[in-house]
């Protein structure tokens, strides 16, 4: 893949990826990473962020667990 091109250049490989992608989730053989934090008031520091101390999604766990 090219620096030009977009992901839209190859909207028509996705069919055969998604399954793909999930079998390799299911098998742990590609993992999503994530960062979950506990309650809206909890804040990660900007300079952990730098840090590269979350990593992938985060999430806001809500609620009482």
Do not use: F, Q, Y
């Not at 079998?23 to 506990?38: Q, R």
């Not at 008031?41 to 999430?59: C, I, Q, V």
């Amino acid at each position: 893949m090219s620096p030009d091109e977009i992901i839209t250049d190859h909207l028509g490989l996705i069919p055969d990826h998604v399954p793909r992608a999930a079998a390799w989730l299911g098998d742990g053989s590609l993992v999503a990473d994530e960062t979950i934090v506990d309650g809206l008031r909890t804040r990660s520091k900007p300079s952990a962020r730098l840090r590269g101390e979350n990593t992938g999604k985060m999430l806001v766990r809500a609620g009482a667990a």
